[in-house]
C-alpha cells in the first residue's frame, strides 16, 4: 500500500528556511520519479521540484530556483525539500507525489505560511 505523509510545514519570516519532509512506504523512493507540489489559497496546484528515479536528476519551477532543493535518503525511504530564502509568495500547502504505473499518490500536505 502506497504511503506518503509530508512534515516540516510551519510558520516562518521572508528570508527564512524550512526543510519539507516525505516519508514514503510500499513503494521504493530511490527507484521512483518523485515530485513536490503546492497550493496557494485561491490558485491551482503547481509543481514545484521534481527528482528521478535511479539517476536522480532534478527539476525545479523557474520561481523556486536557487532557493529550493529537492533530494532523498534512500536508507529512510524520505524526499525532502530544503526551502531557503522564502518568501510570502511561497506560501501555500505542500504535497509531495508519487507516480507509479498508472496512479498518482498523493501525501496529505503540510502548510507552509512565510510572513512577518
Known amino acids: 500500500q502506497v504511503q506518503l505523509v509530508e512534515s516540516g510545514g510551519a510558520l516562518v519570516q521572508p528570508g527564512g528556511s524550512l526543510r519539507l519532509s516525505c516519508a514514503a512506504s510500499?513503494?521504493?523512493?530511490?527507484?521512483?520519479?518523485m515530485s513536490w507540489y503546492r497550493q496557494a489559497p485561491g490558485k491551482e496546484r503547481e509543481l514545484v521540484a521534481s527528482?528521478?528515479?535511479?539517476?536522480?536528476?532534478?527539476n525545479y519551477a523557474d520561481s523556486v530556483k536557487g532557493r529550493f532543493t529537492i533530494s532523498r535518503d534512500n536508507a529512510k525511504n524520505t524526499v525532502y525539500l530544503q526551502m531557503n530564502n522564502l518568501k510570502p509568495e511561497d506560501t501555500a500547502v505542500y504535497y509531495c507525489?508519487?507516480?507509479?504505473?498508472?496512479?498518482?499518490?498523493w501525501g496529505q500536505g503540510t502548510q507552509v505560511t512565510v510572513s512577518s
Open positions: 527528482i528521478s528515479g535511479p539517476g536522480g536528476s532534478t
Open positions: 507525489s508519487v507516480f507509479i504505473q498508472i496512479f498518482s499518490y
Open positions: 510500499g513503494f521504493t523512493v530511490s527507484s521512483s520519479a
